[in-house]
């Protein structure tokens, strides 16, 4: 199953909230397989873009947005309840190590999911 195959089946879980670290190819991808994609996902949280020009691969580019411009313009054209965390606020924010280890902890009980 490809990661926007995966996308579309957790889509169909209600109340689902998207956290999306990387760049947004396999949610464009999977919005070109399924166009109401966006109605079904509750809230999508995007860490990328810049707020102060400030990018991690050059001065005013962040890898994740910049790695597919296509995809991301598609995305943000595209939800309604998107949430986007600039990458100034990502490093002056980092998680913390009780959160991180919880997140991964492949036994913790709940819904949620990581799709490395």
């Given at each position: 199953?490809?990661?926007?195959?995966?996308?579309l089946q957790e889509a169909q879980t209600e109340?689902?909230?998207?956290v999306c670290i990387g760049p947004l190819t396999n949610?464009?991808?999977?919005?070109?397989?399924?166009?109401?994609?966006?109605?079904?996902?509750?809230n999508?949280?995007?860490m990328g873009g810049t707020l102060f020009?400030?990018?991690?691969?050059?001065?005013n580019k962040e890898f994740?947005?910049?790695f597919d411009p296509e995809a991301t313009a598609k995305v943000?054209?595209?939800?309604?309840?998107?949430?986007?965390i600039p990458w100034e606020a990502a490093v002056d924010n980092p998680v913390p190590k009780k959160l991180?280890?919880?997140?991964?902890?492949?036994?913790?009980?709940?819904k949620l999911k990581f799709l490395a």
């Open positions: 199953m490809s990661a926007a195959e995966f996308i109340g689902l909230n998207m949610l464009a991808i999977a919005m070109t397989l399924d166009s109401s994609l966006s109605e079904k996902i509750e999508t949280y995007i020009g400030k990018g991690n691969i050059a001065p994740n947005f910049n943000i054209n595209n939800f309604k309840n998107m949430h986007i991180e280890e919880a997140i991964f902890d492949k036994n913790a009980e709940g």
